[in-house]
C-alpha cells in the first residue's frame, strides 16, 4: 500500500506539471485560448491519471481507492498552486479566484466519477507496482515543473 501511495504522489505530481506545461504557452498567447484547452485537455490528462492509480491499486475497494486519490489530488494541488504561483511566479494574487475553486472541485469529482463508472472492471486485474514505476512517473513530474519553472524564469517567449 505504501509504494501505491506514493505513485499516486507522484501522479498527481506528474499530472499538475504537465498541465502548467502544456497550458503556458497558449495562456500567454490567448487567455480564451488556454481556457480552452484547459477544458479539453486537462480532464483527460487527469482521467488517465486516475485510471492508473486505480488500476494499480492493491485493495478490492473501489471507493477506498478513488477517496484517497480524490484526496491526493487535492492537497498536491493546493499545495503545488501556492509553490507555482507564490514562488515560481511572484503572483500569489493570481491563485485564488472562483475557478481555481472550481479546478479543485473538478479533481475531487473526476475520480470519484471514473471510479463510480468503471472502477471495479479496473480492480479486476490490478496492475503491479514496484519503485521503477514510481521513479518514471516521478522523473516526468519532477521534469515537466523544471521546464516550467526555466521559461518562466528565464522570461522565455514564443510569441
Given at each position: 500500500?505504501?509504494?501505491?501511495i506514493?505513485?499516486?504522489?507522484?501522479?498527481?505530481?506528474?499530472?499538475?506539471?504537465a498541465?502548467?506545461?502544456?497550458?503556458?504557452?497558449?495562456?500567454?498567447?490567448?487567455?480564451?485560448?488556454?481556457?480552452?484547452?484547459?477544458?479539453?485537455?486537462?480532464?483527460?490528462?487527469?482521467?488517465?491519471?486516475?485510471?492508473?492509480?486505480?488500476?494499480?491499486?492493491?485493495?478490492?475497494?473501489?471507493?477506498?481507492?478513488?477517496?484517497?486519490?480524490?484526496?491526493?489530488?487535492?492537497?498536491?494541488?493546493?499545495?503545488?498552486?501556492y509553490?507555482?504561483?507564490?514562488?515560481?511566479?511572484?503572483?500569489?494574487?493570481?491563485?485564488?479566484?472562483?475557478?481555481?475553486?472550481?479546478?479543485?472541485?473538478?479533481?475531487?469529482?473526476?475520480?470519484?466519477?471514473?471510479?463510480?463508472?468503471?472502477?471495479?472492471?479496473?480492480?479486476?486485474?490490478?496492475?503491479?507496482?514496484?519503485?521503477?514505476?514510481?521513479?518514471?512517473?516521478?522523473?516526468?513530474?519532477?521534469?515537466?515543473?523544471?521546464?516550467?519553472?526555466?521559461?518562466?524564469?528565464?522570461?522565455?517567449?514564443?510569441?
Open positions: 500500500m505504501k509504494i501505491w506514493w505513485y499516486v504522489i507522484a501522479l498527481a505530481f506528474a499530472a499538475y506539471w498541465s502548467n506545461l502544456i497550458l503556458w504557452y497558449p495562456w500567454s498567447y490567448s487567455p480564451i485560448l488556454g481556457m480552452t484547452i484547459m477544458l479539453t485537455v486537462n480532464p483527460v490528462l487527469w482521467a488517465y491519471v486516475t485510471v492508473l492509480g486505480i488500476r494499480s491499486y492493491p485493495g478490492q475497494r473501489v471507493s477506498a481507492a478513488v477517496s484517497l486519490i480524490a484526496v491526493v489530488f487535492l492537497v498536491l494541488a493546493i499545495v503545488a498552486d509553490l507555482f504561483f507564490a514562488l515560481i511566479r511572484g503572483a500569489l494574487e493570481e491563485l485564488y479566484h472562483p475557478t481555481t475553486f472550481y479546478g479543485y472541485a473538478f479533481l475531487v469529482f473526476w475520480p470519484v466519477l471514473i471510479g463510480s463508472l468503471f472502477g471495479k472492471n479496473m480492480l479486476k486485474n490490478p496492475k503491479p507496482l514496484n519503485w521503477e514505476n514510481l521513479a518514471y512517473v516521478g522523473a516526468w513530474g519532477f521534469g515537466c515543473m523544471g521546464i516550467i519553472a526555466v521559461i518562466i524564469w528565464l522570461d522565455i517567449k514564443l510569441f
